[in-house]
């Protein structure tokens, strides 16, 4: 099976989305080119709005399996409340859910969350300008994460992505 985790920048502007969005649908389609194994795709995300859960809308939608990952019980409620809809139907998609035990939803347990979540991944998916992270837990300390641990890491950053 193929396990792919995702990080990414939120708070992207909507044109900026759209391009991420087709990237990432793109990657998804790429990785399930037959490759003879009959393993499915799986990918693991903390369902953030933006990158998150874009990708796990893909994932699901090319029939691959999600795995959720849930950095505190206070989550959902530190999301944006135009996302809560979405990340209640993904929440509810999931093959499985990873719960950490944290309650309040702040940088540590976000940076918790993605360590959990390259925990059960065999690479990491990084919509990522390549600046440094603009608090801890951010995208690039996602990515430093991942090379220390060696994943492969795509960086994904389309031309005309732009953040705000």
Known sequence: MTRVAITGHRGLPSPTLTLVEHALRIEVALRLLPD????????????????????????LDAGGQLIAVVPARRYRE???ADHHSTYDRLLAAAARVIELDREESNSAAHQAGSLRMLDDADELLAVWD???????????????????????????????????
């Open 78 to 80: 530190s999301l944006p």
């Open 36 to 59: 003879g194994s009959g393993v499915p795709l799986i990918g693991v995300s903390c369902l953030a709005d933006g990158p998150d859960s874009l990708f796990a809308r893909a994932i």
């Open 130 to 164: 390549g600046q440094p992270a603009r608090g801890f837990g951010g995208t690039a300390d996602v990515v430093a994460a991942a090379r220390e641990r060696r994943l492969p890491i795509t960086v994904l950053w389309p031309a005309g992505a732009e953040r705000s």
